[in-house]
């Protein structure tokens, strides 16, 4: 059931969507940003019904962040008008969530489910007598106007998700876990996640997962070893459990049991699962759209209330950039050296030390030479490891990062209220359909470029 706040926001939407192109027609002249290189393709009128670059895989990579996942919700909902449907979809926390119900249900109800989900999770926590349409707060908020006014809801709603829960996700413990006995799962954690568990099983067909339409994969930790652990859908039958398991941040949430070990949310040990996509078992030409819901890069704060939003942006933004700038280098470093080793002589070209480095440099080249090795030596652990270093294909990157507005303070990510929802959505749907809009985004690197990252806030030219 769409809500009227939807339907008026879906409108809103349509609106500034429509009309985004005639106010850019209206300014020709303005001169674009200086761009280096081959010359820029003109910005597209519309995101709309593109045809699908030309890539071996789409990937979808969602990171965790509590209610800021609706901004990723918004940034699918951009790609299905677009027509790019992912081929892998990979999450942490909130973003397994997310990621289970895209690759959990038809391409035609994907959108669908994510609405449903993020508007039970958003409704309020009292019935609504006396028509504050959604929002129980609602004469409050016709009174306080402004940043500072916004701020103090907000402040409101996040207080009573910790008084309250989540409809559908999360529901406090009574009595709290210093009064319940040590050794039982509610000493463990604040909340109960089994609504949680419900919605899913309600909303995500796990069958259709396991059959690997899509491929899925989230991350979580390994509570005994310490060790980061992903459950895959080429490698594991997923359940609920598996889901539960990523979204387990401790204190809040208990752990989570998956055959017969015991998990924690995977953004304790890396927010970001973009490594297990361009540097997993699978090394084919990708485009990656990224949705961050933490920033990496801000302002000093000036008080401790900034100073706890700034650490959880650092924190949770699990050094995006810096992870990329790396593969980035080693990737072209890997492609740098396939090219060279294709110029030496044959004679040394032949050698035994120039087959390992054409191995090394090129997976196609050392396919050819592990299909004339005896089996003994493809069984070897040497070969193994060449295996999962060689790659020659080329990845683009495209990032899209929420970036949060000054009212918003460092309970952001569990403030669930309708009307932050739908600013979260709105700003994801806008930021994708404002990067879909520049064809650039989308076309391949070269191979020796190997790597590009596309980002709106650096790369746009609107």
Not at 244 to 273: H, I, K, Q
């Amino acid at each position: 059931m769409v809500s009227s706040d939807t339907s008026m926001r879906a409108a809103a939407t349509e609106v500034a969507r429509d009309a985004a192109p005639v106010e850019l027609k209206s300014r020709p002249s303005r001169p674009p940003k200086a761009i280096h290189g081959p010359q820029v393709p003109p910005l597209r009128k519309s995101h709309r019904d593109l045809e699908r670059p030309p890539f071996q895989c789409v990937a979808l990579v969602l990171q965790g962040g509590g209610a800021l996942g609706a901004f990723q919700a918004g940034v699918y909902q951009a790609l299905v008008e677009a027509n790019l449907h992912p081929d892998w979809v990979s999450g942490i926390s909130i973003g397994a969530i997310n990621a289970a119900l895209i690759a959990g249900n038809a391409p035609e109800t994907r959108l669908d489910k994510l609405r449903a989900f993020w508007e039970q999770v958003s409704a309020p926590p009292v019935p609504d007598f006396f028509g504050f349409a959604d929002n129980y707060f609602g004469l409050a908020e016709s009174w306080l106007r402004g940043d500072l006014g916004r701020g103090f809801i907000n402040r409101l709603h996040a207080n009573a998700t910790l008084l309250k829960g989540v409809e559908g996700f999360f529901t406090p413990r009574w009595p709290p876990p210093y009064l319940s006995p040590p050794g039982t799962v509610e000493a463990t954690s604040w909340y109960d996640t089994a609504p949680l568990k419900s919605t899913l099983e309600n909303l995500v067909d796990f069958d259709r997962i396991n059959a690997c339409e899509i491929r899925f994969s989230i991350g979580a930790v390994n509570i005994r070893s310490g060790n980061f652990v992903y459950f895959d859908s080429t490698t594991h039958k997923i359940r609920p459990e598996h889901v539960l398991a990523s979204g387990a941040l401790p204190p809040g949430f208990p752990p989570v049991e998956v055959d017969g070990e015991l998990y924690w949310d995977g953004g304790l040990v890396s927010n970001t699962p973009l490594q297990w996509v361009v540097s997993g078992d699978t090394r084919q030409d990708t485009l990656t759209f990224q949705v961050d819901l933490w920033n990496a890069r801000g302002e000093v704060p000036s008080d401790l209330t900034g100073v706890l939003v700034r650490q959880k942006e650092i924190q949770y933004s699990s050094r995006t950039r810096a992870n990329t700038d790396f593969f980035k280098e080693v990737q072209r470093a890997r492609v740098a050296l396939a090219n060279m080793v294709e110029k030496l002589p044959p004679e040394l070209r032949d050698s035994d030390d120039g087959k390992i480095l054409r191995a090394v440099a090129d997976h196609r080249v050392l396919a050819n030479i592990l299909g004339k090795l005896p089996q003994e030596l493809l069984d070897s652990e040497d070969c193994r490891i060449l295996q999962a270093v060689v790659d020659r294909s080329v990845y683009k990157i495209v990032h899209l990062i929420y970036r949060s507005k000054k009212y918003e303070g460092q309970s952001k990510d569990y403030e669930f209220s309708r009307r932050s929802m739908l600013d979260h959505w709105e700003a994801g749907y806008i930021d994708a359909v404002r990067t879909l809009r520049h064809p650039e985004a989308l076309q391949p690197p070269t191979e020796r470029t190997a790597v590009e990252t596309f980002d709106l806030a650096v790369n746009g030219r609107e």
